[in-house]
């Protein structure tokens, strides 16, 4: 069953203009792992901007989880990030909070018993291999470990779609890696992922879905596909 | 939203005033500059309207009745005068009390001038009214009223007293008025500005708090606490020193300018604070929810 259903999507940020998604039909099914690969303006951003309805498409129609995101009322939206965790390249932790609160903050804004989130951060936190840091700020880790947070704080929810831009674009490759594998868990675990990346050697290694874009257009899709 | 969500925005209030300790000094000390600046203004307008009613209440008119009128009819009148609201007192004065004031301010020391009098009272038929009016404005009514009571022969009124302290109470009135007006938005203005910069400062922490989740209402409700915080300190902290300084101020004015002992009273402190106290933290935590609520509106529909 299609858990995201592109049909016939653009997206122009100004009318007239080429626009940045063009006529977009695609399906991703409950469980996959995709990765969504091409050049810079290929409109990876763009379409990681719909799934987060940051933007609502021009033309055509968004259904993730059978909810159109295109009719979705502004208060609608928090419930329906709710369902989604988010990864970004640049981690976004708070940097005056400590690792425990990072992750909290996740279950804190959806309203979660305080008994609740208790239990969930330390497994939360063990999952990623950093029980014992929980007490650490951002700065005092490093780029993976901050990344592993992030991680961390995404899942705390049981996202049924997991969300990653560039996850690993300001990492080495062996972190790089580590970050791959939690995703990968994640997924083992039941969660949908969808990864935009420009790592060639983790798409090719990985051999999962790779939908490459180039100008708007979706140039292949192929399963156990490599990077074009 | 949860008891817990409500408790855990409180606390999140109260740090964001710590982690920017900076802008919450800068706008604790703008909003207490105001509030001060308020209080200030308030109790000069206060004190003001205090000694112009003193003045107020010292004018009065002067009712004559006719020859035959007698004593009787001319308590009633006076009775029906005492119930007037505009009316604040009415003195009766006797044909003796008439003599005996002008004799005190006529001749003062020199009492054997009206020996000559005897029993003889000259004002025989000058009993009167004294009438204080609550209001000086109301003194041209007040006194067409009297002067159609047929049993009235003449009204005695101080035209340059009362029109003198009408025009000033106007113009304080006006003019306390405008710089109120300036004065609150002024100072919205500049505590929305310290919220903008607060709530740009943490923009990143709102995005995230949106991309996980959070509705507008639990992004909304920290700040809007830490704007009334900020109103709330920024307002008992000039509202305290005032009340020092206030009560220091009048010792020094009534000792440095004793001439002005006869002349002005100023209000007790406690007096002031009645109006103050009350109005200025209003004033703290409105402006510092207001500034807060609409600055962070704007950016949540950004």
């Known amino acids: 069953m299609s858990l995201i259903e592109f049909r016939d999507v653009s997206e122009r940020y100004i009318k007239g203009a080429t626009p940045a998604i063009d006529h977009l039909t695609f399906d991703i099914d409950n469980g996959e792992f995709v990765f969504i690969t091409g050049d810079s303006g290929s409109g990876k951003s763009t379409l990681i901007k719909l799934l987060l309805r940051e933007l609502t498409p021009t033309s ?3 259904t993730v989880a059978g909810m159109d995101l295109g009719k979705m009322k502004h208060r609608k939206i928090p419930l329906y990030r709710r369902k989604l965790g988010v990864v970004f390249q640049e981690f976004r932790l708070l940097k005056d909070r400590n ?3 990072n992750v909290a903050f996740a279950q804190r804004v959806t309203e979660v018993k305080p008994k609740v989130i208790k239990k969930k951060v330390p497994a939360a936190l063990s999952l990623v291999g950093l029980a014992q840091k929980y007490k650490s700020f951002p700065d005092e880790l490093s780029g993976g470990e901050q990344q592993r947070v992030a991680i961390a704080r995404a899942l705390i929810n049981e996202p049924a779609l997991l969300l990653a831009d560039e996850p690993t674009g300001n990492l080495d490759p062996s972190n790089s890696w580590e970050i791959m594998h939690l995703l990968e868990e994640a997924n083992e675990r039941g969660t949908t992922v969808v990864v935009v990346t420009h790592n060639q050697e983790i798409v090719n290694e990985m051999k999962k879905r790779v939908i490459t874009l180039n100008k708007g257009v979706i140039i292949s899709d192929e399963q156990g596909g490599e990077y074009k | 939203m949860r008891l817990s969500t409500f408790f855990y925005s409180i606390r999140q209030g109260f740090k964001n005033i710590g982690r920017n300790k900076m802008f919450s000094l800068a706008s604790i000390a703008t909003m207490a500059a105001l509030i001060f600046l308020f209080g200030l203004f308030y109790a000069i307008v206060a004190n003001f309207n ?14 004559f009745f006719n020859d035959d009128t007698s004593e009787e009819e001319i308590k009633r009148i006076g009775e029906d005068l005492k119930k007037r609201d505009d009316v604040l007192k009415a003195v009766y004065v006797s044909p003796e009390e008439a003599w005996a004031n002008f004799q005190e301010e006529y001749f003062g020391d020199n009492q054997e001038l009206a020996e000559g009098f005897k029993d003889d009272n000259p004002l025989a038929k000058s009993a009167n009214y004294e009438v204080y009016l609550r209001e000086v404005e109301s003194q041209d009514e007040l006194v067409s009223y009297c002067e159609n009571i047929p049993e009235v022969r003449k009204v005695r009124k101080s035209d340059v007293v009362a029109k003198t302290l009408s025009s000033v109470n106007k113009l304080l009135w006006y003019g306390s008025l405008g710089v109120i007006i300036i004065l609150l938005g002024v100072s919205i203005f500049l505590i929305s500005s310290t919220i903008t910069v607060g709530v740009n400062v943490r923009s990143e922490e709102i995005a995230i708090m949106k991309y ?19 109103g709330l300190i920024g307002a008992v902290i000039p509202l305290v020193l005032f009340y020092f300084i206030y009560n220091k101020v009048v010792v020094y004015i009534m000792t440095k300018f004793s001439l002005l002992n006869n002349l002005v009273d100023f209000l007790p402190v406690s007096e002031v604070y009645r109006v103050l106290l009350p109005v200025g933290l209003l004033l703290g935590v409105g402006i510092g929810f207001i500034g807060s609520f609409v600055t962070i509106r704007k950016h949540l529909k950004a």
């Open chain 1, 99 to 101: 690792i425990y609160e």
């Open chain 2, 50 to 63: 205090h000694i112009v009613k003193s003045a107020e209440e010292g004018v009065a008119i002067t009712v």
């Open chain 1, 60 to 62: 055509g129609s968004i």
């Open chain 2, 212 to 230: 996980i989740g959070a509705k507008d209402g639990f992004v909304r409700l920290p700040f809007v606490i830490e704007g009334i915080l900020i």
